[in-house]
């Protein structure tokens, strides 16, 4: 079963510093879809920044940016010069190619702190 | 516009009674989605539609039921709220994984 793991559940992070969230996800799959999203306080669901796995490049959005290792099954995320905006729940999520259903983690509690 | 909206926004209900929340996009997506998050568990899909009058269950189907007559339209009742279906419910809308979210629903059933 495809699974996706994030554990870290609460982070917290200096204004203006980097921070990295971890996931990690178990598929047998070699085309697939990867996303993180933001939640803030306002419920609102965002997505961040998708990757696909046939790509080789890391995703970058703006201060976005990800690190994915195929091999190890890993995708973090990186946010640059963090951004009281960014205090948010992060979920990263999975697709597989010939599957519209996305599996989720269930979180990362991001704190910025002034 | 949004391009999803979710109606009510919150829901106080009582034990018992059938509640309706519904979804309206303006993407014209053949995929949408009912979720709902609770503490702990993240995001659970309920029901998901792959176009008019096409849906299927989720990990979490038990006690809902949906509808959707309209590709712009998802709607998902509750058919007899119990406690335990107290949680934010989200309607999203897309495919490939990359949603389109709604802003939520927070039903409370007293």
């Known amino acids: 079963a495809q699974t996706v793991t994030q554990s870290q559940p609460e982070m917290s992070v200096q204004e203006a510093e980097t921070v990295t969230l971890s996931c990690t996800y178990d598929?047998?799959?070699?085309?697939?879809?990867l996303f993180w999203y933001k939640q803030p306080p306002s419920r609102q669901m965002i997505l961040v920044i998708r990757?696909?796995?046939?790509k080789q490049q890391n995703a970058t959005e703006n201060r976005f940016s990800v690190n994915f290792q195929k091999a190890a099954k890993s995708f973090s995320l990186k946010i640059s010069d963090s951004q009281l905006g960014d205090a948010a729940m992060y979920f990263c999520?999975?697709?597989?190619?010939?599957?519209?259903?996305?599996?989720w983690g269930l979180g990362t509690s991001l704190a910025v702190n002034p | 516009d949004a391009g999803i909206t979710q109606s009510p926004r919150h829901k106080v209900t009582e034990t018992g009674t059938p509640v309706t929340l519904r979804c309206h996009q303006t993407e014209n997506h053949r995929y949408m989605y009912w979720y709902r998050q609770d503490p702990g568990h993240g995001l659970r899909l309920i029901h998901y539609?792959?176009?008019?009058?096409?849906?299927d269950k989720g990990e979490v189907s038990d006690g809902y039921s949906v509808s959707r007559s309209k590709t712009e339209d998802f709607l998902l009742t509750l058919e007899s709220a119990t406690s335990s279906q107290t949680s934010v419910y989200f309607c999203?809308?897309?495919?490939?994984?990359?949603?389109?979210f709604g802003s939520g629903t927070r039903l409370t059933v007293v």
């Open positions: 539609s792959y176009g008019v009058k096409d849906t």
């Open positions: 598929t047998s799959e070699s085309d697939y879809y």
């Open positions: 999203a809308a897309g495919e490939g994984g990359g949603y389109t």
């Open positions: 990757q696909e796995a046939y």
């Open positions: 999520a999975y697709n597989a190619g010939n599957n519209r259903k996305l599996i």
